[in-house]
């Protein structure tokens, strides 16, 4: 089975800037899409960025321009480059990798807390 372990969240300040790490083990990496998505309280798990096997990036309209997706397939892993950080981008940030035979899989999350 596959797992996903996400690293680098933290406290910052607007303006600020973070990168998210995650590190996939247990499937194959390299041909499906990876991706980040966030929740914050009381709101529903949202797309962030994906990226597909081929290096199509897809982006949410409130971080295009601002956050960057990227993927190492000879290392499992995928990135999340954060600049320009607002308040509204705090959430819990999830790694996601599929879907593969209809399945999903998640990371644990990582919080990213942005000050104003």
């Known amino acids: 089975q596959v797992q996903l372990v996400e690293s680098g969240g933290g406290l910052v300040q607007a303006g600020g800037s973070l990168r998210l790490s995650c590190a996939a083990s247990?499937?194959?990496?390299?041909?499906?899409?990876v991706g980040w998505y966030r929740q914050a309280p009381g709101n529903q798990r949202e797309l962030v960025a994906t990226?597909?096997?081929?290096?199509?990036?897809n982006y949410a309209d409130s971080v295009k321009g601002r956050f960057a997706i990227s993927r190492d397939n000879a290392k499992n892993m995928v990135y999340l480059q954060m600049d320009s950080l607002k308040p509204e981008d705090t959430a819990v940030y999830f790694c996601?990798?599929?879907?593969?035979?209809?399945?999903?899989?998640w990371g644990q999350g990582t919080q990213v807390t942005v000050s104003s």
């Open positions: 990226v597909t096997n081929t290096g199509s990036t």
């Open positions: 247990g499937g194959r990496f390299s041909i499906y899409t």
């Open positions: 996601s990798l599929g879907p593969v035979l209809f399945k999903m899989y």
